[in-house]
């Protein structure tokens, strides 16, 4: 049984009830195009039973300000500590730099046409913090502001919810000249200043915001030796005093935003949790998973939703423990609106152990499967425990997935297509396992696909694909890869396609 949808004139409330058919296992057509879906050839869904997702779930995509906009000499832009990095001999793997990325700073419009098509209705996007205040803090930038209002503006007008990440690791170099980055606590003060001003000037139609994406990469690989600007070698008392900075930079943006954004305006971290999935699901490694997700996150997101730092994580880092104070403490855990996970890769398979811990972390076998990204070990129970750990542990009103996907080696054959059948693969089985939590009552109200085009991957470079478009760097031409119409059939049944 096949039934046909047709989108023209429906109503929200009418779109909503077609997701709940999704969701009681009845297959439902193409909402966006009005035809039956070739997906459905089968007339079931695939995945578990009753595949649907939550009725008003929320299915958008992620990028980030350095990684996709170009024009670093646009508008008044002050240097970020990736643009300098980007150009270091030996730094970037393909050699590739961001100076013009995807260039979405000139191609915002098609790009939003592009989430439009697919049925997105919300994009994660970052502000780039040197576009406001080139110098790190001082006199701002209007110009730069008003890119960001343009891309709002034109994401309401086609019906699709912005969230804004604050700081997507484009630190103003000034700051890192200035004061040593992330070293200093007048960065974190300067953080809070930016989110305020960009709160006051955007929460009239931004209603949801991220501070910080990705403490738990940058802080290591940019300042404790790994491949992320700075590019610095810092002793673990100084790695740590680092990401102490940077919960402090959260906590004090959380308060900016509620004293200079709209009442009802809305924030919480984005941050990709360590993810702690119990090697076999007896009720004793289940627990000992939770212990564990709470310990490996000691440094940032426990102390930001339990307001301290654990035993364990002060005893274990000894005389490198961070200096802080109780003040710093209660900033740190301000109240959030939400947890934003990003979720990739399981990080530890753990056990139930009888020592003062409670958990063991078994290794990895070198055989285990992975995506064309070496670091990215694939299983899909990754996306039902990071996000049920979390609701466990310290019961936040929301989660959002903020960022989940993969790269692929993304060939287009002869016909010019991309069929990124790994993707849709990894992408499908993921979704199961969120399909899974939201069914058992886990609050995610949300996922956002990393990532809408192909962009900047860091050290990687622009080689490393993970766009459901496909983007030519030459000539920047976007391409959808056989993704896009996975995850608009996703959107459309609001079910695992
Ligand atoms: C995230 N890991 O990085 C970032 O937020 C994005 O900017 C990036 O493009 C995307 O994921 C893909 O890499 C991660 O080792 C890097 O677990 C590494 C890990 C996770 C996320």
Redesign the pocket.
Known sequence: MVFKVFSRGFSRRQLAKVAAGAALGLPAASARTGEKSVLLGSGQPRGAAGAGFPGGFLWGTAT?AF?VEGAVNEDGRGPSIWDAFAHRPGAIVDRSNADRASDHYHRYKDDVALMKAMGARAYRFSIAWPRVFPDGGGEPNPKGLDFYNRLVDECLAHGITPFATLY??DLPQALQDRVGGWESRDTAKAFGDYAGYVAARLSDRVTNFFTI??CG?FVDAGYGGGPDAPGLKLSQDRVNQVRHHVALAHGLAVQAIRAHGRTGTKVGPAE?IVVCVPAIETPDNIRAAEIATREMNAGYLTAILEGKYTSAFLAYAGANAPKFTAEDLKIISSPVDYVGI?V??P?YYVTAADDAHGFALLPLPASFPHTS?P??KIDPAALYWAPRHVAKLWGPKAIYIT?N?T?SSDQPTADGQVYDLDRIMVLRSYLSQLQRATAEGVPVQGYFL??LLD?F??SDGLETR?GLYRVDFETLKRTPKLSVSFYREVIARNAVA
Do not use: K, L, V
């Open positions: 980030s990684q997507h690791w994406n990705e990469r990709n990003n990739y890769t990080h990204s670091w990215h960022e996907g790269s990393w990532s962009n991957e860091w993970y």
